[in-house]
Nanobody, 125 residues
Framework: QVQLVESGGGLVQAGGSLRLSCAAS????????MGWFRQAPGKEREFVAAISRSGGVTLYADSVKGRFTISRDNAKNTVYLQMNSLKPEDTAAYYC??????????????????WGQGTQVTVSS
């Protein structure tokens, strides 16, 4: 069993930046594909970004490409989401997810095995 704990959310003005962190328990973090998803009130869950086990391959939703950067530190069992040039439409609860098979290309989220509790990001205009 893997526990994921997100942190770093908060209230920021449009154009600002935040860095989210997701800390994972266990010794096999480096074997997991990792992803970030978000969900705004009344909307479906949305893929944001994903990263391969080594960190060498990353995927982004078109809506965040060029503004967000996903990275990971396997020595610290942590995956990050650096969010720059934030927009009000980025307001949502952000969740990290882990795929124990190492996959990272599932943009619907159905293949991920573990999910965090989420951290709220609110961007004011």
């Amino acid at each position: 069993q893997v526990q994921l704990v997100e942190s770093g959310g908060g209230l920021v003005q449009a154009g600002g930046s935040l860095r989210l962190s997701c800390a994972a328990s266990g010794r096999t973090f480096s074997m997991y594909g990792m992803g970030w998803f978000r969900q705004a009130p009344g909307k479906e869950r949305e893929f944001v970004a994903a990263i391969s086990r080594s960190g060498g391959v990353t995927l982004y939703a078109d809506s965040v490409k060029g503004r967000f950067t996903i990275s990971r530190d396997n020595a610290k069992n942590t995956v990050y989401l650096q969010m720059n040039s934030l927009k009000p439409e980025d307001t949502a609860a952000y969740y990290c997810a882990a795929d124990r098979s190492g996959n990272y290309y599932d943009t619907r989220g159905y293949e991920y095995d573990y999910w965090g509790q989420g951290t709220q990001v609110t961007v004011s205009s």
